[in-house]
């Protein structure tokens, strides 16, 4: 059997995600439930469908929240390039977190941006500010509950952190975590386990607990600031995250939806007629003719359109359940479905872009951008 190895700066290509629970350990999400659903905790679209399918400690995490201690939700966007659907998942799990009473910690990653993927200072403030804050202020998030940060501008201990992990790990380690690796990278892991472990410190609020969506390609990063947490005993106390893992929303071309790639994602700022190119050509789960399809039926599990529908455009269960049956029986063919895609991606778009443009002047206002 092959070595399931996860790059958090690569492009991993996750064909069994059932394999992650038996190598590194992550829990099944379905085990925790029953369990929200005795605390009256509605799931969210992405839970119940199991797009979010892991968890490390996130039964311990809902003990703290039923006991009312205080409870935080982090995570951090590389401002590496535009704000698009596959962004969208995480930003609505923090919409939802903060609807249930959880505070919000965002921290820029800017200088993940300039160490690993060479993106020039300016240009990354800029996309942290008017991509991703106001992108996640534009889709719900609430700007008194939410603390937004750069890290090389954050303030206090958050520094002392990352110089205090770096006596805790070997190089080895790194190295069995993350395969190859390099200065840069190196500095980056640290800082990012700064900013998961640091709203635990009075002086960011003391949190109790800090849970950290992301997808499953970011597990190295869980496990290293697990490990630095237990580390870090009689010196600081600091609890290991919890964390919930979501499956990766595939590309327009079938493989690994990324900024870096825009012909394979959607930006929220895109102008409508690029945005309809791109989806129109998508690659589909169809078969080769029309005849074909309608005697065969389609593969929607293979299709990055019917992802656009699970993951983000058809909230009914019913409608979402129709239209795979009405494409796997043959009914649906892929023009139509695609057609009926976009009509949903132009409402929202045209919405979401109208909130973009009044959030990005109250982004600039509500973080301290770095200074050079």
Same mark, same amino acid.
């Given at each position: 059997?092959?070595?399931v190895?996860?790059?958090?700066?690569?492009?991993?290509? $996750?064909?069994?995600y059932?394999?992650?629970?038996?190598?590194?350990? $992550?829990?099944?999400?379905?085990?925790?439930a029953?369990?929200?659903?005795?605390?009256?905790?509605?799931?969210?679209?992405?839970?119940r469908?199991?797009?979010?399918?892991?968890?490390?400690?996130?039964?311990?995490?809902?003990?703290?929240?039923?006991?009312?201690?205080?409870?935080?939700?982090?995570?951090?966007?590389?401002?590496?390039?535009?704000?698009?659907?596959?962004?969208?998942?995480?930003?609505?799990?923090?919409?939802?977190?903060?609807?249930l009473?959880?505070?919000?910690?965002?921290?820029?990653? !800017?200088?993940?941006?300039?160490?690993?993927?060479?993106?020039?200072?300016?240009?990354?403030?800029?996309?942290?500010v008017?991509?991703?804050?106001?992108?996640?202020?534009?889709?719900?998030?609430?700007?008194?509950?939410?603390?937004?940060?750069? *890290?090389?501008?954050?303030?206090? =201990?958050?520094?002392?952190?990352?110089?205090?992990?770096?006596?805790? $790990?070997?190089?080895?380690?790194?190295? =069995?975590?993350?395969?190859? $690796?390099?200065?840069?990278?190196?500095?980056?892991?640290?800082?990012?386990?700064?900013?998961?472990?640091?709203?635990?410190? !009075?002086?960011?609020?003391?949190?109790?607990?800090?849970?950290?969506?992301?997808?499953?390609? *970011?597990?190295?990063?869980?496990?290293?600031?697990?490990?630095?947490?237990?580390?870090?005993?009689?010196?600081?106390?600091?609890?290991?995250?919890? =964390?919930?893992?979501?499956?990766?929303?595939?590309?327009?071309?079938?493989?690994?939806?990324?900024?870096?790639?825009?012909?394979?994602?959607?930006?929220?700022?895109?102008?409508?007629?690029?945005?309809?190119?791109?989806?129109?050509?998508?690659?589909?789960?169809?078969?080769?003719?029309?005849?074909?399809?309608?005697?065969?039926?389609?593969?929607?599990?293979?299709?990055?359109?019917?992802?656009?529908?699970?993951?983000?455009?058809?909230?009914?269960?019913n409608?979402?359940?129709?239209?795979?049956?009405?494409?796997k029986?043959?009914?649906?063919?892929?023009?139509?479905?695609?057609?009926?895609g976009?009509?949903?991606?132009?409402?929202?778009?045209?919405?979401?872009?109208?909130?973009?443009?009044?959030?990005?002047?109250?982004?600039?206002?509500?973080?301290?951008?770095?200074?050079?």
């Amino acid at each position: 059997m092959p070595e399931v190895r996860l790059d958090p700066w690569g492009r991993p290509d $996750i064909k069994d995600y059932s394999r992650l629970y038996e190598v590194f350990g $992550i829990r099944p999400f379905r085990e925790v439930a029953e369990k929200m659903k005795s605390m009256g905790i509605e799931q969210s679209l992405l839970m119940r469908r199991g797009i979010v399918f892991g968890h490390r400690d996130f039964d311990s995490l809902l003990d703290f929240y039923k006991r009312g201690e205080k409870v935080a939700v982090m995570t951090g966007f590389v401002p590496s390039g535009g704000f698009h659907f596959g962004h969208l998942l995480t930003g609505k799990q923090l919409v939802y977190f903060q609807n249930l009473g959880f505070k919000v910690f965002v921290g820029i990653a !800017d200088a993940e941006a300039y160490a690993v993927r060479h993106i020039k200072r300016k240009e990354a403030i800029r996309i942290g500010v008017e991509e991703y804050i106001a992108n996640l202020l534009a889709i719900g998030l609430d700007e008194r509950k939410t603390e937004f940060y750069f *890290q090389t501008s954050r303030k206090g =201990s958050y520094h002392s952190l990352i110089q205090l992990f770096g006596s805790k $790990i070997t190089s080895s380690e790194f190295e =069995s975590i993350y395969g190859e $690796i390099t200065p840069g990278k190196i500095v980056s892991a640290l800082t990012q386990a700064a900013d998961i472990l640091h709203p635990q410190l !009075d002086e960011y609020g003391g949190y109790k607990m800090v849970l950290v969506p992301v997808g499953a390609d *970011q597990d190295p990063h869980l496990r290293l600031t697990r490990d630095l947490a237990e580390r870090m005993k009689g010196e600081v106390e600091l609890r290991p995250p919890s =964390s919930i893992y979501h499956r990766l929303m595939r590309g327009l071309d079938g493989g690994k939806m990324s900024s870096s790639r825009p012909e394979t994602t959607i930006f929220l700022n895109e102008p409508l007629e690029v945005a309809r190119k791109k989806f129109m050509s998508s690659l589909t789960g169809g078969r080769n003719t029309a005849e074909e399809q309608r005697r065969l039926g389609g593969e929607p599990e293979k299709c990055p359109v019917f992802d656009f529908y699970i993951y983000q455009l058809i909230e009914d269960d019913n409608k979402l359940n129709d239209v795979y049956k009405r494409c796997k029986g043959g009914k649906l063919l892929c023009g139509e479905c695609k057609a009926m895609g976009f009509s949903m991606i132009r409402e929202f778009l045209e919405e979401h872009q109208r909130k973009l443009e009044a959030s990005r002047e109250v982004a600039w206002s509500i973080v301290e951008a770095p200074k050079f």
